[in-house]
């Protein structure tokens, strides 16, 4: 998971290159859940959260679910959730939301 933390961390390069940007940050925020009765069915979450001061708004995100149990099948769910989380960001940073962030009028 580190290539989605350095995707990330560019998204807040990028993002503070605007300055008249809203005060704040994007983070990751990663969730692996265990089905209870079947140990090899497990859900992967990604969230992307641009956080401020006042507030905590959801950006954008990828989930997966499936059977999970080698190295080399987690390996390749990462890789999948990492390629989604890219696809997703470029779509995000053309959103009004984004937009919104990076020329705020209320800072």
């Not at 209870?36 to 969230?47: D, E, F, G, M, N």
């Not at 995100?61 to 390996?75: C, F, H, K, L, Q």
Request: aromatic share 12%.
């Amino acid at each position: 998971m580190k290539t989605m933390t350095n995707i990330i961390e560019g998204l807040n390069q990028y993002y503070e290159s605007f300055s008249n940007r809203r005060k704040g940050y994007f983070v990751l925020h990663k969730i692996i859940d265990t089905n209870p009765v079947v140990k090899s069915q497990k859900t992967y979450r990604i969230q992307i959260w641009f956080v401020s001061k006042k507030e905590r708004i959801p950006a954008f995100g990828a989930e997966y679910s499936g059977r999970i149990v080698t190295d080399a099948e987690e390996n390749k769910v990462i890789s999948e959730l990492t390629t989604a989380i890219t696809k997703s960001l470029l779509e995000y940073i053309n959103t009004e939301k984004f937009k919104e962030l990076c020329y705020d009028s209320n800072e």
